[in-house]
Structures are given as structure tokens and as C-alpha cells.
């Protein structure tokens, strides 16, 4: 028997954990931005995803919560025009947790988590030096609603390690990227499988 909701009429939170609970597995977007003061934030957020192949656009989505102004992703992306996108391994994913501590905006948290920034080539954004593959990225929109923004970027420079590339075929194996499930759960993509679209 199926349960039905009516999101109208449950608390936000009842309905994030719905949501996060049905769409899963979701990548990790871990963003990089430097704030007009000049300190580095780094942040993690799984409502993340690509919007187009040409121009290159993807986007990530900071929520709001009560008592809390906007986040310094959101903030930063939005003022200096600019966010760096970094991928999550498995090996990373501990660094990943420490760097999403709420913390104020004069904290840096590369320094936090014990990750080493590297400036973008293109953008005035740092990205984690450790992470297998990163994005460098322009800020073309953000949309708001209610309690959640979408911020789109286009991507103007993509970093990868060279172990995991063939060409430009990404080998999903060696980046070893991880996934968010709902609560404190995680997935990894080594349990792979194969399915050959319909002519």
C-alpha cells in the first residue's frame, strides 16, 4: 500500500527528509568561494547536478534554515561572480564531513578540514588540491525559492586527474566519487552496472 503527502500540509523539515530519502543517490558538489574580505569557504551540497552540455552549465543548491541568513556559498557566488566545484572520493569523504561544519564567515575551511586550496586558473575561486577531478565556474544565475536557491554556473575550466582519464572519457572507478543518501548515509559507485540503451 502506498502513503500519500500532502507537502502543503507537513513542516518543511518532514518534507526535506522525504525528498532526500526518495532522490538518492545524490552527487556532492563541493564548492569553493572566496568572500569580498578574501577568506576562503569551502562547502559541501547535494542537490547539485549538470543543466546543459552547451554552454557548459551546472548548478548547486544551498537551502536556508530558521535563524540563518543565506549561506557563504550563496553569498560569495552571488557578489564575486564566481564558484569552484570540486568532486568527493571515497578517500576524501571525512574532509568532506569536517568542511561542512557551521561555522561563521571569517573561518576558512580548507584550513578546517586539512585540505590544501588551489587557486582557479580562470576564476578568483580555490578548489580542493586533493580532489580527483574540479570546475571552475562563472556565475550565470541565481533563482530563489522559499527556503532554497539555485545557483547556475558555467563551466569555464575542468580538472582531472590524469589517472583517471582515457581521452576524455572520465574512468569512474579511479575517481571513485562518493553519493549522499538521506541522514549521515553515503554511497560509494564502486557496485557498477552496465544496461545498453534501445535503438
Known amino acids: ?29 563541493w564548492v569553493g568561494t ?20 552547451e ?29 569552484t566545484i570540486s568532486m568527493v ?17 571569517e573561518v576558512d575551511e580548507f584550513g578546517l578540514a586539512g585540505l590544501t586550496p588551489l587557486e582557479g586558473t580562470v576564476v578568483p575561486a580555490p578548489y580542493v588540491a586533493e580532489a580527483p577531478a574540479a570546475m571552475e565556474c562563472r556565475t550565470v544565475e541565481v533563482r530563489t525559492f522559499g527556503r532554497g536557491s539555485v545557483v547556475f554556473g558555467e563551466v569555464v575550466a575542468i580538472h582531472v586527474d590524469e589517472e583517471a582519464l582515457d581521452g576524455t572519457r572520465v574512468l569512474s572507478g579511479v575517481l571513485d566519487t562518493i553519493g549522499r543518501l538521506c541522514g549521515p548515509d553515503y554511497v560509494t559507485t564502486r557496485d557498477v552496472f552496465r544496461l545498453v540503451r534501445p535503438a
Open 1 to 29: 500500500m502506498t502513503v500519500s503527502f500532502d507537502p502543503v500540509e507537513l513542516p518543511w523539515r518532514e518534507t526535506y527528509k522525504l525528498l532526500t530519502g526518495i532522490i538518492t543517490p545524490r552527487p556532492i558538489a
Open 89 to 105: 572520493s571515497r578517500a576524501l569523504a571525512d574532509h568532506m564531513n569536517d568542511s561542512s561544519a557551521s561555522v561563521g564567515p
Open 34 to 53: 572566496r568572500s569580498a574580505e578574501g577568506v576562503a569557504n569551502l562547502a559541501p551540497f547535494s542537490f547539485f547536478n549538470v543543466a546543459s552540455p
Open 55 to 83: 554552454p557548459p552549465v551546472v548548478f548547486f543548491c544551498p537551502t536556508t534554515s530558521e535563524g540563518r541568513g543565506d549561506k557563504d556559498s550563496l553569498v560569495n557566488a552571488r557578489e564575486q561572480g564566481c564558484f
